[in-house]
């Protein structure tokens, strides 16, 4: 199994949808959960990030963690065509309170204007 | 921009050769993180290192090896090179070592033809 699994989509909504993201991971230790955006041909850029179970918001862009599912979800509301990327879960401070960042594959994301 | 430079941008090479990839971490920050994305895996950590020594180490192969210098920029060698190399190379660095906001460069694409 692997550590973070993430559909890959591609994922297609409209314009002003409520979009909804997921990964779910095997690895009970992480304790803090980030979600990047990734356009095409540049760097992952830091959308969320989250310690422990709950949730954060931060305008249109709100990040859960279940702990108790293993399961973290970003939702993004009215969603614009700008946001049309690739979004990557990752997560860390595993086993050891290791430091290594663990990612997922990543989902398309298309808004249709 | 993230702060965080990376060089070359581009990178055109032929099998067996030998390749150095450069990173300037944010001003500030004593972690740098090394990535590697393909296609089909997704972001692959590689290695990490905090204040010039060697702090977590990811699915690096031997031909590859990493070091931080005394200024913080840091390295990523990549030798003996195969056409399965070719990819997306990333550095991000954070401040801490147990990176819960880690900021990615632009990356490095090596083609090995």
């Known amino acids: 199994q692997k550590e973070v699994e993430q559909d890959p989509g591609p994922?297609?909504?409209?314009e002003?949808?409520?979009?909804?993201?997921?990964?779910?991971?095997?690895?009970?230790?992480?304790?803090?959960?980030?979600?990047?955006?990734?356009?095409?041909?540049?760097g992952p850029e830091l959308l969320m990030y989250t310690y422990s179970s709950g949730n954060k918001e931060d305008g249109r862009f709100t990040a859960q963690v279940d702990k108790s599912s293993k399961y973290i979800s970003l939702f993004i509301r009215d969603s614009q065509p700008s946001d049309s990327a690739t979004y990557l879960?990752?997560?860390?401070?595993?086993?050891?309170?290791?430091?290594?960042?663990i990612f997922g594959k990543g989902t398309r994301l298309h808004i249709l204007p | 921009d993230s702060g965080v430079t990376q060089t070359p941008k581009h990178l055109i090479t032929a099998t067996g050769q030998r390749v150095t990839l450069r990173c300037s971490p944010r001003s500030g920050d004593l972690s740098v993180y090394w990535y590697q994305q393909s296609l089909d895996q997704g972001l692959q950590f590689l290695i990490q290192y905090y204040n010039g020594e060697e702090r977590a180490k990811g699915n690096i192969l031997e031909r590859f090896s990493a070091q931080q210098f005394p200024d913080l920029h840091s390295e990523l060698n990549l030798s003996s090179l195969e056409l399965g190399d070719s990819a997306l190379y990333f550095c991000a660095s954070s401040v801490v070592p147990a990176a819960t906001e880690a900021f990615f460069g632009q990356g490095t694409r090596l083609t090995v033809v």
Do not use: E, H
């Open chain 1, 11 to 14: 994922l297609s909504v409209p």
């Open chain 1, 89 to 101: 879960c990752a997560m860390g401070g595993g086993v050891n309170r290791d430091d290594k960042i």
């Open chain 1, 16 to 42: 002003g949808a409520i979009v909804s993201l997921n990964c779910t991971y095997s690895n009970s230790a992480f304790q803090y959960f980030m979600w990047y955006r990734q356009y095409s041909r540049k």
